[in-house]
């Protein structure tokens, strides 16, 4: 399925299949938005605007967001989980990986295939 995720670094709005974490352009942390990919394409071009300008104001955002908390049921999610000593947030812990260029892949190439 498609879900409309926004990316405050960027300031872009992303359909991406499933439920994203990090941003595919500068991996960071994605935002969820409610909004579903039926309602998002059936908006004309002031409408996507008016969508990007709330999503820019972090208190509208809130209000925007959806929480899809399934994925702390997934088994990537519970190794991630047990090897996260600092006990960041998901979505800096993945954004860190993704941002990392070293030769030991082998839990970041599971976690980006599952997500």
Known sequence: MMYM???KCCHRIFMLNGHKMICPKCTEPLTELRI???????????????LIAACADDEQLDKMKATYRMYKYSK???????SNEDNLPITTLLASMANQNTGDTSL???????I
Not at 42 to 50: A, S, T, V
Not at 76 to 82: K, M
Request: charged share 20%; net charge negative; hydrophobic share 30%.
């Open 36 to 50: 579903s990919y039926l309602d998002y394409v059936n908006l004309n071009m002031q409408g996507r605007e008016e």
């Open 108 to 114: 970041h190439a599971g976690v980006t295939a599952r």
């Open 76 to 82: 990537w999610y519970r190794e991630l989980q047990a």
């Open 5 to 7: 995720h926004y990316c």
